[in-house]
Structure formats: structure tokens, C-alpha cells
């Protein structure tokens, strides 16, 4: 098993340009999460899924937009980027039935915005 | 609003002595309490969990506590190995999502 793998690794932009990370696992997890990590901030929410075709706003999602086409993989997308959203992009999935609420997570994406 | 607290951003150890890392929260609704440890270029990892209707969980070297009245939990480290040198994070479960602290760089010296 992979488990939770995420692409790109590494991406720069200027600002205003436009892309999509993905995010995919292989565990048949129901929930799936987008989240960044910033200096001195921890990991905060952005958007996350409960299950296929379903998304939800997480606690910072201003400036992203997702998709869940499929129970594998979770799309984060920039339609126009700024440098503010310079940060390290962390992805995550649980099962529906998780007694501590576990989140198992992906290796990152490291995005500079210029 | 933060509603968990990590207030060191960073602690350094010695090898072999106990590592003590703090965490406060404000949420009464929290139900679990995780802490995850990272290292660079990596995700986090999940590294042991609390209910909240319990005090203590341990696993090995590591020990949670939970003290519920004061709203604070800490992670034992014991003994400390230079493999334990990891950003930690203290996170608590509400509904579908985790609250992240901020995290705490742990460094143990040799």
C-alpha cells in the first residue's frame, strides 16, 4: 500500500497563475482532508470530504476550491494565485469508522507563490 | 480563535531524560486527543491518542496525560532518543475534523 501520496512535490507560480494538487490514496477511506502547515501556525483545515461528490469548508478556504470525483482522490485547486498562499499543502484521509478520529496524511506539497 | 495551544514553540532535551511536551485547549466539546510527530520534507505521523473520558494512555516510551479541569494534556517521553528530535503536534478531535496546535520543536541532545 502507498497509502496517502500527493503531487507535485514541489511547484512555483506567479502570481495569479492557476493549478490543481492531487491527492490520492489507496485505503478505501471515506473522509479525505486539505490542509496547510505555515511557520509557527500548525496544520489548519482548509476544505475537507465525507465521501464522494461531497465537500465541505474547513477553517482557512478562502482562495481554494476542491473536488471528489472519485473516493480515491481529493483535488485542491488555486484559480489565481498570491503570495500569500506560499505554504507547505498537507493532504490526509480517515475511514468513516475511526474511534479516535486518526488521520493518516501524505509526504506534502511545498508551493512558493511569487 | 486558537482553541489549542502549544505556547513552547521548542524544547531541547538531553538523551535519556524525560521530554515533556504541553498542550492547552478551550473547546469542551473535544472528544480525543491525538499528538502526531513530524520531521522535515514528511508528514505527520500518528503517534498516540487520549479519550476524553480518560486521564492517562501509554504506549512504549510514551505517556498522555489529560487533565480535563484544566483543559491541558501532555506527552511523556521516556527515555528520550535522539530519533525523538520531531516537531510535535498536539491536535483534538470535534465532529469529522482536527484542531491543530501549533507545534513544538523537540530537540534531544547526546
Known amino acids: 500500500n502507498a497509502g496517502v501520496t500527493q503531487t507535485p512535490k514541489f511547484r512555483v507560480l506567479k502570481t495569479g497563475q492557476s493549478m490543481t494538487l492531487l491527492c490520492a490514496q489507496d485505503m478505501n477511506h471515506e473522509y479525505m482532508y486539505w490542509y496547510r502547515q505555515d511557520p509557527g501556525m500548525g496544520l489548519r483545515l482548509i476544505h475537507y470530504s465525507v465521501g464522494e461528490g461531497t465537500t465541505a469548508k474547513g477553517e482557512v478556504p478562502d482562495g481554494y476550491n476542491v473536488s471528489r470525483l472519485k473516493k480515491q482522490n481529493f483535488l485542491l485547486g488555486l484559480e489565481s494565485a498570491a503570495p500569500s498562499q506560499t505554504s507547505v499543502y498537507f493532504c490526509a484521509s480517515r475511514p468513516q469508522m475511526s474511534w479516535d478520529n486518526e488521520q493518516f496524511f501524505g509526504p506534502g506539497t511545498r508551493l512558493t507563490v511569487l | ?110
Open chain 2, 1 to 110: 480563535d486558537q482553541q489549542v495551544k502549544q505556547n513552547s514553540p521548542s524544547l531541547s532535551v538531553q538523551e535519556g531524560r524525560i521530554s515533556i511536551l504541553n498542550c492547552d485547549y478551550t473547546n469542551s466539546m473535544f472528544d480525543y486527543f491525538l499528538w502526531y510527530k513530524k520531521y522535515p520534507a514528511e508528514g505527520p505521523t500518528f503517534l498516540i491518542s487520549i479519550s476524553s473520558i480518560k486521564d492517562k494512555n501509554e504506549d512504549g516510551r510514551f505517556t498522555v496525560f489529560l487533565n480535563k479541569s484544566a483543559k491541558h494534556l501532555s506527552l511523556h517521553i521516556v527515555p528520550s532518543q535522539p530519533g525523538d528530535s520531531a516537531v510535535y503536534f498536539c491536535a483534538a478531535s470535534v465532529v469529522q475534523k482536527l484542531v491543530f496546535g501549533q507545534g513544538t520543536r523537540l530537540t534531544i541532545n547526546p
